[in-house]
């Protein structure tokens, strides 16, 4: 067997191909190898082997990756072994009337997998599975993964395969609340799986009867599966594995050190946002009394959201007109953004392009732009319809309104809300979804390129959009619409099990749970959003001068390790988060329980041991000097009145 060994940080995958150069298998990753012994009896040897990518024809009982459907009605194909090319990336390519080039490449101690299909015949092929990857994992078969729905994202919980199958994914046109495309294993060493598609996807973890198990993750195939002309190539979504022998918690930071490494590594600004305050009721001389109580307590940018433009008094209205509506801005949006710099804030702005209202002029205008399947009316979700952004035309409408708007004010800050599944499809004959999302991404990239100062905040109805392809396109995400303390805790730590702190918009506001709504102090509420990117969302107007002294001392706290947050590792704690960088280390720790009876009987005290301290190193905490050995195992007291806390941990020595 001809080996190839892909170098991490600290892993390594290992690949091969056999003599026979019929497939691909796993060879090792990380720590543990992979060897099927024995004689199989009643299938191909393929379907017990550690294949990396499985074409029908090559595997049969087992999962396969790839089912290709020729012009004689088959669906069988045997792509031999051609030749491998290494440089940035590895490629090992098997040729038939198909031409599959498996593509590698290591990030840190993650791999990204990816392939891509040729049509070298003369007649139309049709792609009916389409997987990115087939991920082997060496160990376990306890599988983590997320689920939730609106108010209620990244949910964590897991299943245990003795043998057999789960799957999960969205058949909505976008990521979903439902689940993310994330899976992994639970264990000393961990194992996960994530896929970098904003549509329509799939993810199954299967355990064989050898009892290994595999992950395989790509886009949802169509109903009428993708067609591929001769000589048309078609490319798959990436699929990025990666494994930790530090447990889920090392697998996080496996992952965050990723989505850092293809991030813009830009600081967020403090930001306040005024939709909870005002919702649709959106006037210039309000706005700009939210603006100057939210400057005095350190806020940096201002960001108004849904219901600035023409048409839009509530949710049934507007989208797609994208105009400044002069009623609620009588100086015009340039008087207003003056009016903000001048008191030392920056402008933002939200928006939803992709959507359209049915009383718009855009939709009287252009109701081919409406995605719709003929003979059917248009799905109606929150009042509002889809644009089909799968025509270039609609590409180029959405791009032009988003240029012509940063390019005709000062918008420092851009939200990107999409508010509804994609539901009509209209011919399926076309590759609807991947169009869509290409579409989608060109735009993002395009505005990374164009106007590089915008930050740019993912936003789809809470958490519906959150992927690795959106994540490398945008600044930060939008985890959920639900900012209640005890609810968002919860929240945030499924998000950190696969994405960093640096996307992770988190807002302080006046909200009660969904879920759990306990009333916390606004410490906790503070102590909750500052374990991401800070922002604010409450009623500003309505806060007493003892909540806005509160909430300016915790602004300048941030500011002072808002760094430290998004670029340092993340471990998690026995009721609380830490952040780990070279010289300081932020503690948030939370109370979640009954905490105001502590100290009425009597007890032990509440300490909480750190984690990723030099042991040998001194450190102060507060007005306090330790050893990093009794921070590690002894750990910090919590065990007072408060509800929550914030500790800044420096290296001394």
Request: proline share 4%; with cysteine.
């Given at each position: 067997m001809r080996t190839w060994t892909l170098r991490g940080t600290s892993t390594s995958y290992v690949v091969g191909v056999p003599d026979h150069g019929q497939w691909a298998q796993l060879v090792a990753w990380g720590s543990h190898p992979v060897e099927i012994v024995g004689t199989e009896h009643f299938v191909p040897r393929a379907d017990v082997e550690p294949v990396e990518y499985a074409v029908r024809g090559v595997r049969y009982t087992a999962p396969v990756d790839l089912v290709v459907g020729g012009p004689d009605g088959s669906d069988e194909f045997r792509p031999v072994f051609v030749e491998a090319r290494e440089g940035d990336e590895l490629e090992l390519e098997f040729a038939d009337v198909i031409r599959i080039v498996l593509h590698y490449r290591m990030v840190g101690d993650a791999v990204e997998r990816w392939v891509s299909v040729r049509n070298d015949g003369a007649d139309e092929l049709t792609l009916y599975r389409h997987d990115s990857a087939g991920f082997v994992v060496p160990v376990g078969n306890t599988?983590?993964?997320?689920?939730?729905?609106?108010?209620?994202?990244?949910?964590?919980?897991?299943?245990?395969?003795?043998?057999?199958?789960?799957?999960?994914?969205?058949?909505?046109?976008?990521?979903?609340?439902?689940?993310?495309?994330?899976?992994?294993?639970?264990?000393?060493?961990?194992?996960?799986?994530?896929?970098?598609?904003?549509?329509?996807?799939?993810?199954?973890?299967?355990?064989?009867?050898?009892?290994?198990?595999?992950i395989q993750a790509g886009r949802t195939s169509s109903s009428r599966g993708l067609r591929l002309e001769p000589g048309q190539t078609w490319v798959s979504p990436k699929a990025v594995g990666a494994c930790s022998a530090e447990g889920a918690d090392g697998l996080a930071r496996v992952f965050h050190e990723y989505e850092r490494a293809g991030s813009r590594k830009r600081i967020p600004k403090v930001l306040y946002n005024s939709w909870f305050a005002t919702e649709f009721d959106i006037r210039a001389d309000h706005q700009l009394e939210l603006a100057r109580r939210a400057a005095g307590i350190g806020v940096e940018t201002f960001v108004v959201d849904d219901g600035w433009f023409v048409g839009r008094s509530d949710d049934t209205g507007g989208l797609g007109d994208w105009e400044v509506d002069p009623a609620k801005f009588p100086d015009g949006l340039d008087g207003f953004i003056n009016r903000l710099r001048a008191i030392g804030l920056d402008f933002g702005l939200w928006i939803e392009p992709e959507s359209v209202s049915p009383k718009s002029s855009l939709a009287e205008e252009h109701p081919e732009w409406i995605l719709r399947t003929d003979r059917l009316a248009p799905v109606l979700v929150r009042n509002q319809l889809l644009l089909d952004l799968s025509r270039d035309d609609v590409r180029e409408f959405i791009w032009g309104t988003l240029d012509r708007l940063l390019s005709s004010y000062d918008i420092k800050y851009l939200k990107w809300d999409a508010n509804r599944p994609r539901l009509d499809s209209g011919d399926q004959r076309r590759d609807l979804d991947g169009r869509v999302v290409t579409n989608l991404y060109a735009i993002l990239d395009r505005l990374r390129a164009e106007h590089p100062d915008v930050f740019v905040e993912g936003c789809a109805g809470g958490g519906a959009r959150v992927d690795l392809g959106t994540a490398a396109r945008v600044d930060t995400l939008w985890p959920?619409?639900?900012?209640?303390?005890?609810?968002?805790?919860?929240?945030?730590?499924?998000?950190?099990?696969?994405?960093?702190?640096?996307?992770?918009?988190?807002?302080?506001?006046?909200?009660?749970?969904?879920?759990?709504?306990?009333?916390?102090?606004?410490?906790?509420?503070?102590?909750?959003?500052?374990?991401?990117?800070?922002?604010?969302?409450?009623?500003?107007?309505?806060?007493?001068?003892?909540?806005?002294?509160?909430?300016?001392?915790?602004?300048?706290?941030?500011?002072?390790?808002?760094?430290?947050?998004?670029?340092?590792?993340?471990?998690?704690?026995?009721?609380?988060?830490?952040?780990?960088?070279?010289?300081?280390?932020?503690?948030?720790?939370?109370?979640?329980?009954?905490?105001?009876?502590?100290?009425?009987?009597?007890?032990?005290?509440?300490?909480?041991?750190?984690?990723?301290?030099?042991?040998?190193?001194?450190?102060?905490?507060?007005?306090?000097?330790?050893?990093?050995?009794?921070?590690?195992?002894?750990?910090?007291?919590?065990?007072?009145?408060?509800?929550?806390?914030?500790?800044?941990?420096?290296?001394?020595?």
């Amino acid at each position: 067997m001809r080996t190839w060994t892909l170098r991490g940080t600290s892993t390594s995958y290992v690949v091969g191909v056999p003599d026979h150069g019929q497939w691909a298998q796993l060879v090792a990753w990380g720590s543990h190898p992979v060897e099927i012994v024995g004689t199989e009896h009643f299938v191909p040897r393929a379907d017990v082997e550690p294949v990396e990518y499985a074409v029908r024809g090559v595997r049969y009982t087992a999962p396969v990756d790839l089912v290709v459907g020729g012009p004689d009605g088959s669906d069988e194909f045997r792509p031999v072994f051609v030749e491998a090319r290494e440089g940035d990336e590895l490629e090992l390519e098997f040729a038939d009337v198909i031409r599959i080039v498996l593509h590698y490449r290591m990030v840190g101690d993650a791999v990204e997998r990816w392939v891509s299909v040729r049509n070298d015949g003369a007649d139309e092929l049709t792609l009916y599975r389409h997987d990115s990857a087939g991920f082997v994992v060496p160990v376990g078969n306890t599988v983590k993964y997320l689920w939730g729905e609106w108010n209620s994202e990244f949910q964590q919980t897991s299943v245990t395969l003795p043998r057999g199958r789960f799957t999960i994914g969205s058949a909505q046109g976008i990521t979903g609340h439902s689940y993310s495309p994330f899976l992994a294993t639970d264990g000393d060493v961990a194992y996960g799986v994530q896929l970098a598609w904003s549509g329509s996807w799939e993810m199954s973890a299967d355990v064989d009867t050898t009892g290994l198990l595999r992950i395989q993750a790509g886009r949802t195939s169509s109903s009428r599966g993708l067609r591929l002309e001769p000589g048309q190539t078609w490319v798959s979504p990436k699929a990025v594995g990666a494994c930790s022998a530090e447990g889920a918690d090392g697998l996080a930071r496996v992952f965050h050190e990723y989505e850092r490494a293809g991030s813009r590594k830009r600081i967020p600004k403090v930001l306040y946002n005024s939709w909870f305050a005002t919702e649709f009721d959106i006037r210039a001389d309000h706005q700009l009394e939210l603006a100057r109580r939210a400057a005095g307590i350190g806020v940096e940018t201002f960001v108004v959201d849904d219901g600035w433009f023409v048409g839009r008094s509530d949710d049934t209205g507007g989208l797609g007109d994208w105009e400044v509506d002069p009623a609620k801005f009588p100086d015009g949006l340039d008087g207003f953004i003056n009016r903000l710099r001048a008191i030392g804030l920056d402008f933002g702005l939200w928006i939803e392009p992709e959507s359209v209202s049915p009383k718009s002029s855009l939709a009287e205008e252009h109701p081919e732009w409406i995605l719709r399947t003929d003979r059917l009316a248009p799905v109606l979700v929150r009042n509002q319809l889809l644009l089909d952004l799968s025509r270039d035309d609609v590409r180029e409408f959405i791009w032009g309104t988003l240029d012509r708007l940063l390019s005709s004010y000062d918008i420092k800050y851009l939200k990107w809300d999409a508010n509804r599944p994609r539901l009509d499809s209209g011919d399926q004959r076309r590759d609807l979804d991947g169009r869509v999302v290409t579409n989608l991404y060109a735009i993002l990239d395009r505005l990374r390129a164009e106007h590089p100062d915008v930050f740019v905040e993912g936003c789809a109805g809470g958490g519906a959009r959150v992927d690795l392809g959106t994540a490398a396109r945008v600044d930060t995400l939008w985890p959920s619409d639900n900012t209640a303390p005890l609810d968002r805790l919860r929240i945030q730590e499924g998000f950190r099990s696969g994405f960093a702190p640096h996307l992770m918009s988190s807002w302080v506001t006046d909200a009660e749970g969904t879920h759990d709504g306990r009333e916390r102090s606004l410490d906790v509420r503070f102590h909750v959003a500052m374990a991401g990117v800070l922002g604010i969302g409450a009623d500003l107007s309505r806060w007493t001068d003892d909540q806005l002294k509160t909430a300016a001392r915790h602004i300048e706290q941030y500011k002072g390790f808002r760094e430290l947050i998004t670029e340092s590792k993340v471990y998690g704690l026995a009721g609380g988060v830490q952040y780990v960088g070279p010289h300081k280390s932020v503690v948030f720790l939370w109370e979640t329980g009954d905490g105001n009876v502590r100290g009425t009987l009597p007890t032990r005290p509440r300490r909480v041991p750190l984690a990723g301290l030099d042991p040998a190193k001194n450190y102060r905490v507060g007005n306090e000097t330790h050893s990093g050995s009794y921070l590690l195992q002894v750990g910090v007291a919590f065990d007072d009145s408060a509800d929550s806390h914030c500790l800044v941990v420096e290296l001394l020595d």
